[in-house]
């Protein structure tokens, strides 16, 4: 009923100012919840993850406005400074959202929030564990992966209704090689428009929230907290397969740092 009021109302709606794209499982939670605290940012109306751009793309400009809140209300309340935005966490791995962003939202600011790919590997395979994506252990699913994604990102670009799931719940590793994915929207957007967020840094100082808001244009402001949310216990990884792992992000991690104009927190 709310989403087909809203897709009714979709041209009094906002469109995002900013897209919260990823990468998963690394804290784009706790950003989601801060950024949505902010007095100036208004959030979907439904639901975080509205996941257009990615898997829900065939339903149309209409069912994705109508995720947003009604531009007249919002902007009364903000004295005219609301900024609307949305957190999809598959936008970042996904082919061909990039491209579907930019052509539908060329003014759009991206927001791509990433962290120690080893780690973020690891607690991906857990969240999809423990939804039921995954029966492996996390060596055996590392690999298979290679075998699992054989192909299918071709294919996503091939066939504009095709949906993986292979893709979206087993990339642990490849969702892990950052700057190649991030460089579709430098492409696409150009580097004025895409904001890196080193998660790492951010919890351990969220102040870079500051830097944050001046370059979405909102005024100063800081949560009273940053909790981390969304977080997941397990057991630690074996240290010998840690290390392989890291190595094995040598050439990715250069690439990033390239692209921040920084070395990534993890690689000090």
Known sequence: MALAWGMATSRFRMRPDFIVVGAQRSGTTTLFRVLSEHPDVVRPTLSKGIGYFDVNYAK???????????????????????????????????PLAPERIAR???????????????????????????????????ERALELEPERLEGEEDRLRREADYQSYQHRHHGYLARGRYAEQIQRYLDLLGPERVYIIDADAFFEDPSELSDLFDWLGLAPWLPDEVGQHNAQARTPMDEGLRQRLRDGFADADLALAAQMGRTPHWRR
């Not at 007249?72 to 999809?88: D, H, K, M, V």
Request: aromatic share 14%.
């Open 104 to 138: 539908d939202l060329p003014e759009v600011r991206i927001v791509v929030m990433v962290r120690d790919p080893v780690e973020r590997a690891y607690s991906a395979h857990r969240h999809e564990l423990v939804r039921g994506f995954e029966a492996e252990p996390f």
């Open 60 to 94: 149309g400009p209409r069912w994705y406005r109508g995720h947003f809140p009604l531009a007249l209300p919002a902007r009364l309340r903000t004295r005219g400074r609301a900024r609307a935005f949305e957190s999809s966490g598959y936008y970042l791995f996904h």
